[in-house]
């Protein structure tokens, strides 16, 4: 450095001689401040990803400085998030670097007292020879004496937060190894979603995208916390506000999304059918409904069979119902004039009697087989297009929700008939050929021991309405997990096999024929089920699969029943279930009865957990809950447990179904540190070395296995499985090998192979879709060329029901899809969800099948009628249409149906764990006399495994807290700030106390009602700590999907901390005992 | 360099801070934030944001029982910071359908639930405002708070060594290689924005993204922030859009939307940092009229000057009558 520069540096020279005499600006100004530049400018590349959170699916751009991820912020070219990230998003590069990453495997050896490290390789290895070892030891060839094929003795829980390429392979891998108990987030969240959607609609998706927010004239929000569980999603609602729509928010609590909420109604937690059904009633009373509509697109002219009873007419149950047993028989259910297929695809002819008496549909989550094509019907159906037939669909809705009057509403659900009468009204003014309307919801709706119906009854209401199909209109089910869509389309879960086609049920001499038979529909594009079938098995099971061989349809496992996870907690606790793998999922704080899952744990022989961190789920055996009751001795406990550190989305390729349905492509910016490894790598080496064990076997049980098509290219220093290779066979393959382009050209001769029909064009001429990132400001508001959706790239289902019967628009305003008379094709915004040249006259042949079969006004292209469902004549076990019933355990007897307290066909396992509360006015009820309900917040994620560890958002929460209103705070003397204890008989946790009045007390069921908010975040370890929601929860689940009812059950409070030690089971075995409570508490069918 | 002489440049009208402070006539535009806390959800993905930019230290875990702020102010490791506050408000035509015939909330103090712990009762609007209908609404503002990037800063002007500086976009820094932790600026700031790192010393607050600037790219908690309730942008525009949208507020019965900071005719000659607020500054815990602390420096000096010339004066007389006399003698 020159005098001269040193002397020109010097501020006060600067100060003097140059423009800034006091000294305050440039003349200030450090070297190092001049050279300052921002991290993202000087970074080596940038790399193009999608956020690990949610299912908004923001994009992301990743910067690599020197092989480090250097920082991570959103891609303002993404349609649906437009740059911006919430807190949890923008708390990714903490996650993805942070020091809360584990990245050395961990042994923990039978009654090992603490964690031992363990080489990647040997642990793989170990893995691989467990798996064997427990498939052999509990392989099942027969059971009752008919084929499984299969093994209870091994689960896995995991794949919402996973790729969809990952969900693929374990899927697959699991399936070849005859495991059934393939589970994940799935069908904890919103498997009733896909029954409820799917039943209606013929598809288990939502039907709309997010950004279609901004069309709409009005928007429910009920049974979602939309702002502070989706905020960057929310940005479509204040779009939607800004353009004048009305933002009506239906919650038990005052939240961030009420605070932005037009109108903000408190509901009890529990009773939204009545709600739904209030307004259904509104609808039909005022013949409010959109008729042009209702008359051409739904089944409301249909006929019922005359057999079947309503539970206006029997009391609160329907037709139908096996008292001794606890499930309906759904026949009467039907229409006239139609011999109903079986509803699911485990029928067949010689087990007719069992599949019409509903068991096996009624324990097996078939209902979500509908998640891409409802139920079977086939036969004409009677109709009555006037709609006064008695026994027409309309009629029955009429007759059903005929007490569902404002009073009633008031009666159940606590609101008042001004209230009530605004959002009836907000409703209607905006439905109609001009307005529309749309519902959000999330899992508010879903968790319910009638969760399924809850979602059937937004679909009748929004059908009356004329909302679906239609833009601004439509169902937002908000999905919570960055591909929880994909892992349900893809599924990891125990009754689907990829795009919603049916695990097989075991049954005597069943082949892919009866198979085929007994699922698909006569008519609509389910029709063509075995070309989706057979083009599954050979991307499964490749050149082995061969006509000859029926396309080794024997070698897949088959179902007995219900096979969820909360069976397999019990299978665990029974000693059935020996190994369990964990992946992304936290059981021990995330699922129904925490202490069960911990329990069940407990039981296993081994059990292997990938994850970040030292989740929950992993140390449970050290630090859990039941060692510090004295319960368990981390001595006495056999289990070996195996740590995986895993990849982050950072750190691997592959996709996220978002809940707009779109498969966003991430790319791998760096390579995994130290043993993480993304579940790709895990589950194609382990099925590797499986297959290598097993290669040179001569048991027919290990025959699948080594058929089981297992060729991926590897790369890079960790011989990581090519993503887009996975992708490319989800795609499908043509008989020449090249990628297919559309579902369309799937066969049904072993021709073609397809991994998951329903994602098939997503690799369309050998392009990776799903990577397309063609800016938002580029392309219109529907952007078409942003990533791929499901199914053949269409935004809004059913968008032909955007167009009147004859095709043109409802209204110019509204307009969105129409027929092009000169050009002999339906046009517009959107692909068409429609035969693309069938015109609206069309009149399809009597004997036509499969689509064929759909005339020109069919919209719902999946259904077996082509109609959408207000009468739901086959598809779910609990009733052709939603009835109010309380939760499982309720302060409040039921109002609608004084004689029918519970949905009589709900799964209530009693068991010593989790046992059940007196309701209503049961003696013993008044024990737990406050209404529990449970949610997240906006500063964590679910059982908190990516956000509990992480300072940046732990400091924004820090502990766990319960809300209160001030009214209960006072009659229980809670303190604000101070300690409470929350009591249920399954267990007692304590929190922090927020009394607030965002918590309102409610009048219901003729008392008043005190609602207790509690997030479910917390657990034990990790940098915020506390007790977890979930002790308090039981397992008490919906018939169709087994979902668990976490957002509405009984409860104590009372101020201080809870015990510590045994005092704490004493605690909660006193107030069981004050209660009255045994073994039968709240398990009757009737009463 | 002539505009500058004369005029005073710690109060009153300014309308080029940067280059009143040397940045040359072509500097960029003077930008800012307009915070429209109408639209906040309250996520604090600015908070969150802006500490994984800046790389700003996470600063204890407390849940304080103020609603769901657990920031409880900006401070050297807060740049951005969420209020929420509850009331029993009515929000322009946000209005909640509690039943009051089933309860009656207004006999219960939660101040009064909150005494004897030690953690800070929920900021709540003593007063019930029940609606025409007879029913009690409720309302949750939630603001994003940051540093006001003042027209006159005050830190600025009382920094001994030059740490803290007017950047050529008009916003306000602290260069942390210069600061040497004399802590002058914090009683400086009329908001209670600056603060010093315990462990270290030197004082931090929110830079508007100094480095992010420089490349064209806007500051970490406004490109976060899900629903454009943090705008960045030039001052001039921002004051357009923050009229326009308080108009649209007015017009829909929200009468007691204000700006906040907006004018460069307040204390502090405008913030570069403004708001739309719904409700009294005070109720969000801003000074309702800040003004810079040295605002009369220039005046103080002159007294100061006046009082020393005085004083020499009168020591001149002393000694020259002292000499005069001694002459005489």
């Not at chain 1, 809850?454 to 909302?467: D, E, M, P, S």
């Not at chain 1, 958002?953 to 766990?960: D, G, K, N, R, V």
């Not at chain 1, 229980?972 to 009591?983: D, Q």
């Not at chain 2, 005029?7 to 535009?29: I, M, Y």
Request: proline share 6%; aromatic share 8%; charged share 25%.
């Amino acid at each position: 450095m020159g005098v001269r520069t040193w002397i020109q540096d010097w501020p006060v020279y600067r100060q003097l001689t140059g423009d800034d005499p006091l000294g305050r600006g440039a003349a200030a100004m450090s070297a190092r401040t001049r050279a300052l530049r921002p991290r993202t400018g000087t970074a080596d590349r940038v790399v193009k990803s999608v956020c690990p959170y949610c299912a908004v699916g923001c994009a992301q751009n990743v910067y690599v400085k020197d092989e480090k991820v250097v920082q991570i912020e959103g891609d303002p070219d993404s349609p649906v998030s437009r740059g911006r990230l919430c807190p949890k998003g923008s708390a990714t590069l903490q996650l993805t670097t942070g020091s809360a990453r584990r990245h050395q495997v961990l042994y923990r050896r039978p009654h090992g007292t603490d964690w031992e490290p363990l080489d990647l390789e040997t642990a793989m290895d170990m893995v691989a020879d467990r798996v064997i070892r427990t498939r052999r030891e509990t392989w099942q060839a027969e059971q009752d004496g008919v084929r499984v094929n299969r093994t209870l003795g091994l689960a896995s829980l995991g794949g919402a937060t996973l790729d969809n390429e990952e969900n693929y392979l374990i899927k697959k891998l699991f399936t070849g190894l005859g495991v059934v108990q393939v589970e994940n987030q799935a069908r904890v969240c919103h498997s009733s979603t896909v029954a409820g959607l799917g039943t209606s609609f013929g598809r288990g998706g939502a039907t709309t995208f997010l950004q279609d927010l901004q069309n709409a004239d009005c928007i429910v929000i009920e049974g979602s916390n939309f702002a502070e569980a989706h905020p960057v999603g929310f940005q479509w609602v204040m779009e939607a506000k800004a353009r004048g729509a009305t933002v009506i928010h239906v919650d038990p609590r005052f939240t961030r999304t009420s605070a932005l909420a037009d109108l903000h109604v408190p509901i009890r937690a529990g009773s939204d059918i009545a709600f739904l059904g209030g307004i259904i009633h509104h609808v039909l009373e005022n013949e409010a409904d959109f008729r042009p509509y209702v008359l051409e697109y739904t089944n409301a002219a249909m006929i019922v069979g005359e057999d079947f009873r309503d539970t206006e007419d029997l009391d609160g149950v329907f037709s139908g119902l096996h008292e001794e047993t606890g499930h309906y028989d759904v026949t009467s259910w039907q229409y006239e004039g139609t011999q109903v297929q079986a509803p699911s695809g485990e029928s067949d002819k010689l087990y007719d009697e069992r599949t019409h008496s509903g068991h096996s549909v009624s324990t097996s989550g078939q209902s979500e087989s509908h998640g891409s094509g409802g139920a079977a019907v086939s036969g004409q159906p009677h109709r009555d297009p006037t709609l006064r037939d008695p026994r027409c669909v309309y009629q029955i809705l009429k007759r059903h929700y005929a007490r569902y009057t404002p009073e009633m509403v008031h009666e159940v659900c606590g609101i008042p008939p001004e209230t009530f009468e605004k959002v009836c009204r907000a409703l209607v003014d905006n439905s109609g050929p001009d307005r529309t309307s749309e519902f959000v919801y999330a899992v508010g709706w879903t968790q319910h021991t009638v969760g399924s119906q809850y979602i059937r009854a937004a679909c009748i209401l929004q059908l009356l309405l004329g909302n679906i199909g239609r833009p601004g209109g439509g169902i937002q089910a908000l999905r919570g997990h960055a591909s929880i869509q994909g892992s349900s389309d893809i599924p990891t879960l125990f009754n689907l096999l990829p795009g919603y086609l049916p695990m097989p049920h075991a049954h005597r001499h069943e082949d892919l024929d009866s198979f085929i038979e007994a699922s698909k529909t006569d008519k609509g594009f389910w029709g063509n089920m075995r070309a989706y079938m057979v083009s599954l098995m050979k991307a499964y099971y490749g050149d082995a699969a061969t006509a000859a061989n029926d396309f080794c349809f024997d070698h897949l496992p088959r179902l007995t029943g219900s096979h969820s996870t909360y069976e397999t907690v019990l299978a665990q606790l029974d000693g059935t279930c020996k190994g369990y793998f964990l992946m992304g999922e936290n059981p021990a704080v995330g699922s129904a009865n925490a202490r069960m899952q911990r329990l069940g744990m407990a039981e296993l022989e081994w059990l292997v957990v990938r994850d970040f961190s030292l989740i929950e789920s992993a140390t449970w055996w050290k630090d859990g809950p039941e060692i510090e009751t004295g319960e368990r001795r981390t001595e006495d406990i056999a289990t070996e447990v195996f740590f995986f550190p895993a990849a982050a989305h950072t750190e691997k390729s592959g996709s996220f179904t978002n809940t707009n349905r779109w498969i966003q492509w991430h790319h791998t910016a760096v390579e995994p540190a130290g043993d993480a490894r993304s579940d790709l790598w895990f589950m194609y080496h382990l099925g590797r070395r499986i297959k290598e064990r097993l290669a040179a076997s001569t048991d027919p049980v290990d025959r699948p296995v080594q058929d089981l098509a297992w060729d991926y290219p590897v790369h890079g220093p960790t011989a990581e499985p090519d993503a887009e290779a996975v992708l490319a066979e989800i795609n499908g393959y043509g008989p020449g090998g090249e990628p297919l382009s559309a579902y369309t050209e799937l066969r049904d001769d072993g021709s073609t192979s397809c991994g998951c029909w329903i994602y098939c064009g997503v690799y369309a001429d050998g392009v990776n879709q799903a990577a397309r990132r063609k800016p938002h400001t580029e392309q219109d508001w529907v952007a078409a060329e942003w990533a791929w959706a499901w199914p053949a790239n269409r935004r809004i289902l059913y968008n032909r029901a955007s167009a009147a019967p004859d095709g043109t628009p409802w209204s110019e305003r509204k307009a969105y899809v129409w027929w092009d008379e000169e050009a002999g094709k339906w046009t517009g915004h959107d692909v068409p969800d429609f035969v693309p040249d069938r015109p609206p006259t069309y009149e399809p042949p009597e004997d036509a099948t499969g689509p064929d079969a759909l005339s020109g006004v069919d919209p719902f292209i999946m259904q077996a009628d082509g109609k959408g469902w207000l009468f739901a004549p086959a598809g779910l076990v609990d009733g052709p249409l939603p009835t109010h019933y309380e939760p499982q355990d309720s302060p409040v007897r039921n109002p609608l149906h004084a004689d029918q307290q519970r949905s009589p066909v709900r799964q209530a396992f009693s068991r010593e764990h989790n046992r059940f509360h007196p309701s209503g006015d049961e003696p013993g009820s008044d024990v737990y006399p406050y209404v529990v309900t449970t949610y997240r917040l906006t500063e964590h994620f679910t059982a908190g495994g990516m956000t509990r560890w992480s300072p940046y958002l732990a400091e924004l929460q820090p502990e766990m807290f319960c809300e209160v209103s001030p009214e209960l705070a006072v009659q229980r003397g809670l303190e604000h700030a101070g300690w409470a204890t929350v009591i249920t008989a399954r267990g007692a946790i304590e929190a922090r106390v927020l009394v607030t009045r965002r918590m309102a007390p409610l009048t219901a069921g003729g008392r008043t009602v005190h609602q207790i908010g509690l997030p479910y975040h917390w657990g034990p370890n990790g940098y915020t700590t506390g007790d977890a929601a979930n002790e308090l929860s039981a397992i008490a689940l919906d018939p169709n999907v087994h979902i668990q009812e976490v957002k509405a059950l009984s409860a104590d409070i009372r101020p201080g901390r809870r015990p510590r030690g045994p005092e704490l089971l004493d605690l909660v075995e006193s107030y069981r005992q004050r209660a009255g409570i045994d073994e039968n508490t709240g398990t009757e069918v009737r009463g | 360099m002539s505009s500058i002489i004369g005029r005073n440049l710690l109060a009153g009208a300014e309308a080029d801070p940067a280059g009143d402070a040397g940045h040359g006539a072509d500097h960029p535009e003077r930008v800012g934030f307009f915070t429209d806390t109408s639209v906040c959800i309250g996520c604090k993905a600015c908070e969150v944001a802006c500490k994984e930019w800046n790389a700003v230290p996470e600063d204890g875990l407390e849940l304080t029982g103020m609603s769901y702020d657990n920031t409880q102010g900006l401070g050297a490791d807060t740049w951005r910071h969420v209020a929420f506050i509850e009331q029993d408000k009515p929000l322009g035509h946000a209005v909640t359908g509690v039943d009051p015939g089933g309860v009656d909330h207004s006999g219960v103090d939660v101040f009064a639930l909150a005494a004897g712990t030690t953690a800070p009762a929920p900021p709540r609007e003593q007063a019930e405002v029940p609606t025409p209908d007879g029913r009690t609404e409720l309302r949750w503002l939630m603001a994003s708070d940051v540093c006001k990037h003042c027209t006159h800063a005050a830190c600025l002007d009382v920094c001994p060594t030059g740490a803290l500086f007017r950047t050529e976009f008009g916003t306000v820094v602290v260069q942390e290689d210069i600061c040497n932790g004399c802590g002058y600026c914090v009683p400086a700031c009329p908001y209670g924005v600056i603060d010093q790192r315990k462990e270290d010393g030197r004082v931090f607050k929110c830079t508007l993204c100094y480095d992010r600037l420089g490349e064209g790219m806007e500051p970490a908690c406004a490109k976060a922030c899900p629903t454009d309730s943090i705008q960045f942008g030039p001052l001039d525009e921002l004051r357009e859009r923050a009229a326009a949208r308080l108009g649209q507020l007015h017009d829909a019965g929200v009468a007691d939307a204000q700006l906040y900071g907006e004018s460069p005719q307040d204390g502090v000659g405008g913030d570069g940092a403004f708001f739309l607020l719904l409700d009294r500054p005070e109720v969000y815990g801003l000074p309702p009229d800040p003004v810079v602390t040295t605002r009369d420096l220039p005046s103080m000096w002159r007294h100061a000057g006046a009082a020393a010339a005085t004083l020499l004066g009168g020591l001149a007389a002393v000694f020259a009558l002292h000499r005069d006399y001694r002459k005489a003698r």
